[in-house]
């Protein structure tokens, strides 16, 4: 029971939180230059998350042949430019990574 009680308390924080800055953006005038530097937060975060998932590869900084996730992530990254499709994206950079593990 305490599980879902944390899980509720915690959906409840975050929501709030959320809902806090979306309603005060509804009501306040955010400055043009405030709008253009939220508008590359999504890239940033993402960007933290993956590229170590990416280039680190048993603790250390891998850019080699050798590392099938970076395969995988150019591969990814050479269809989701070539396509703009974010599902056949995703699908084609997990086949690429199964493929490339088991070679």
Known sequence: MNIWL???IGGLLTFGMRFSLIYLFGRFEVPETMRKALHYVPPAVLSAIIFPELLYSSGNFDLGLGNTRMLA????????WYTKNTLLTILT??????????I
């Open 6 to 8: 944390v899980m509720l």
């Open 73 to 80: 992530g150019v591969v990814a990254v050479l269809v989701a």
């Open 93 to 102: 950079g997990m086949a690429a990574l199964v493929i490339l593990q088991l």
